[in-house]
């Protein structure tokens, strides 16, 4: 039924290093001010890439209720766009993880500079595993956290129901999640379009990456124990946000093609893809979760 | 606000209070020994109810998987017992 490859958390992890681990430069070229590698919100098309990164930074921290100084995990870093934003706007604790040690230095460097070193720790790892030390243990106690984000992650993670169980262990009572994704249209479109050749380019880009339909993801989430508190539809931004993206690849293409050959290229050809798929075979969606039986207690 | 140092005992007495008042049975006929699903007129409605009313008594939320586990009075006292302990290491 499927070309996808059967891995555990750690050869997934150790896979999307392929990508993950390539020098911040090439990021830096061009995913804009908050090194955010994920979708952005749009208001208008005069927007700067900065401008729309920051209302998405600033629709995370409002959909998991943050106003200041609150305990969050960052599942699925990055180059720690959410973790410094949290940190440097609102003085939330971090604790931010990602498998790609390049990453984690990054992420690392940026807050020491912001002056919120303090604020943002980072566990280098697959999520599924990462606190096996004792040190990362007192990182990462049982209903410790306030919230939850896992911004754009699930699709390189191969097994959903223990980090998703892991995140609601993780979070205190009504603590929430926010959880966002690329996502296939239906599952029908899965079923038709999963190991089709620009799939499959997809999954050697990144390693490992693997969408599913809303609906799985719901049915996840609620195998957790959450209950589900909000849904956003975001399809529509991210064809703008690519956009962006290819005009930073076209305009530091030299030095992209310096550091690393043809990984502008094949970039490029991932964004066509992509954006010929939103809407059509693919959606974007972002879900709000909470730790709680009777769920939100305010009216709706 | 209940706090952690509640006794074993007082979760046991607030087990057979709100079972005694599902199931309409004297608190005394209560046996911290006995089987729920064994109880006169016990059924899983009437059992959940008691388990909400335990909940919202002591303000806290039992992990589902072990409530079902339960399945003695003094089980469920002591996942009350366990969770209340929980929430005041936490703070």
Known sequence: MTALPRLDAAEAAEATNIHYEQPAELFEAFLGRHMKYTCALFSGPDDSLDDAQEAYLRVIARQLGLSGGERVLDVGCGWGSLSLFLAGQLGCHVVAVTPSRVQAGYVRRRAAEAGTGH????????????????????????????????VE???????????????????RRGGRLFLSASCYRSRTDQEEFESRPASLHALRLYGFTAMSPLSQLLAEVEDAGFSIAGLIDTTAHYGPTMDHWQRGIERNLDLMEAVRPGFAGELVRYFDTARASWGYTAK????????????????P | MTTSNHAQADAVDAVREALSQQLRLDKDQIEPGERLDLLPHADSVRLMRAVSALERRFDIELDDYAIR???????????????LATVGRLG
């Open chain 1, 119 to 150: 604020l943002v720790r980072v566990e280098t790892g697959p999520f599924q595993t990462v606190a096996q030390t004792a040190a990362q243990t007192a990182a990462l106690p049982e209903r410790s956290f306030d919230a939850v984000a896992m």
């Open chain 2, 69 to 83: 586990k339960a399945e003695t009075v003094a089980d469920l006292a002591r996942l009350i017992d366990e969770e």
């Open chain 1, 284 to 299: 974007h969606y972002a879900v709000t979760a909470v730790r709680s039986r009777l769920g939100h207690t305010e009216l």
């Open chain 1, 153 to 171: 992650v699930i699709e390189h993670l191969p097994e959903h129901r223990q980090p998703l169980e892991r995140a609601y262990r993780l979070l």
